[in-house]
């Protein structure tokens, strides 16, 4: 069976994305940390649409966590038709307070267990000549930002291996997209390691989307077979007027805005 495999599927832009490709008629292969989410929101979308909807529930922020993933699918004998890298955390603060441990587990979520999903899907997809790879970045990706460094690190990795693999791909009529959401109401600040003092002044009065709207680009940027995409014309165009400025000079005045606001 051809599944739509969706990570960081429990809650978010994932849980979103997995209601409108339902709509769609995709049948969906839902993974998370979280059991019961996963378990009702198959239930419910295979009620609403008639699709096959299954989960893996697999911790992607460990090292093994992708190869349980590639492993469950070979079992069931799933073919990864459309491959969305979701998943991913933040931490907001200042790196040398922050948890080494947290920010390592981090990297391996937002970087490690996205290289090795596409590396363990795109043969199959290489084989049939047709499918397709969505990493999910981030506005993130387009500059260094303070205060929430690593973060912003990981995805200017998921940037740069996106777009190179999107040229690899081509010639065996593999599709990938590079998708960078902005701020979106999805709970990512909520997680203890941006739920602070320091995330809040990060968020405060920013341009915000919903999950639902993040999810609606993505499809229709899918749909359009597009290589890149920035949701939300607002933040498409920060990322035009940012790219003028150096990014020693960004960073210097992001810091100097989260100082200002935190009154340090």
Same mark, same amino acid.
């Given at each position: 069976?051809? %599944?739509?495999?969706?990570?960081? *599927? +429990?809650?978010?832009?994932?849980?979103?994305?997995?209601?409108?490709?339902?709509?769609?008629?995709?049948?969906?292969?839902? /993974? *998370?940390? +979280?059991?019961?989410?996963? @378990?009702?929101?198959?239930?419910?979308?295979?009620?609403?649409?008639?699709?096959?909807?299954? !989960?893996?529930?697999?911790? #992607? +922020?460990?090292?093994?966590?992708?190869?349980?993933?590639?492993?469950?699918?070979?079992?069931?004998?799933? *073919? /990864?038709?459309?491959?969305?890298?979701?998943?991913?955390?933040?931490?907001?603060?200042?790196?040398?307070?922050?948890?080494?441990?947290?920010?390592?587990?981090?990297?391996?979520?937002?970087?490690?267990?996205?290289?090795?999903?596409?590396?363990?899907?795109?043969?199959?997809? =290489?084989? $049939? @000549?047709?499918?397709?790879?969505?990493?999910?970045?981030?506005?993130?990706?387009?500059?260094?930002?303070?205060?929430?460094?690593?973060?912003?690190?990981?995805?200017?990795? /998921?940037?740069?291996?996106?777009? *190179?693999?999107?040229?690899?791909? $081509?010639?065996?009529?593999?599709?990938?997209?590079?998708?960078?959401?902005?701020?979106?109401? +999805?709970?990512?600040?909520?997680?203890?390691?941006?739920?602070?003092?320091?995330?809040?002044? #990060?968020?405060?009065?920013? !341009?915000?989307?919903?999950?639902?709207? %993040?999810?609606?680009?993505? /499809? &229709?940027?899918?749909?359009?077979?597009?290589?890149?995409?920035?949701?939300? $014309?607002?933040? #498409?165009?920060?990322? @035009?007027?940012?790219?003028? =400025?150096?990014? $020693?000079?960004?960073?210097? #005045?992001?810091?100097?805005?989260? &100082? @200002?606001?935190?009154?340090?």
């Amino acid at each position: 069976m051809k %599944v739509t495999l969706i990570t960081g *599927a +429990s809650g978010g832009i994932g849980a979103a994305l997995a209601h409108e490709l339902a709509a769609q008629k995709h049948n969906l292969l839902l /993974v *998370a940390r +979280s059991e019961q989410p996963l @378990k009702t929101l198959c239930e419910t979308l295979s009620a609403q649409h008639g699709i096959a909807a299954q !989960y893996i529930v697999a911790d #992607l +922020s460990q090292p093994d966590g992708a190869q349980q993933v590639f492993e469950a699918t070979q079992q069931r004998n799933l *073919a /990864v038709e459309v491959l969305v890298n979701n998943a991913g955390r933040g931490s907001s603060g200042e790196f040398v307070q922050n948890d080494l441990q947290s920010e390592l587990d981090m990297l391996q979520l937002n970087n490690a267990s996205l290289v090795a999903l596409c590396h363990y899907f795109l043969p199959g997809m =290489i084989a $049939r @000549k047709s499918g397709s790879i969505v990493n999910v970045g981030s506005l993130a990706a387009f500059f260094p930002s303070p205060y929430m460094a690593v973060y912003a690190a990981s995805k200017m990795f /998921v940037r740069s291996f996106t777009e *190179a693999l999107t040229e690899e791909c $081509r010639p065996h009529k593999v599709h990938v997209l590079l998708f960078n959401p902005g701020f979106t109401s +999805s709970g990512f600040m909520d997680t203890p390691a941006n739920n602070n003092n320091w995330g809040k002044v #990060l968020t405060e009065g920013a !341009y915000t989307q919903s999950a639902e709207q %993040v999810a609606r680009e993505m /499809v &229709r940027a899918l749909e359009k077979q597009k290589n890149f995409h920035v949701s939300g $014309r607002l933040n #498409l165009l920060a990322t @035009k007027v940012l790219a003028l =400025i150096p990014n $020693r000079t960004v960073a210097r #005045l992001f810091a100097n805005s989260k &100082r @200002k606001k935190m009154e340090l």
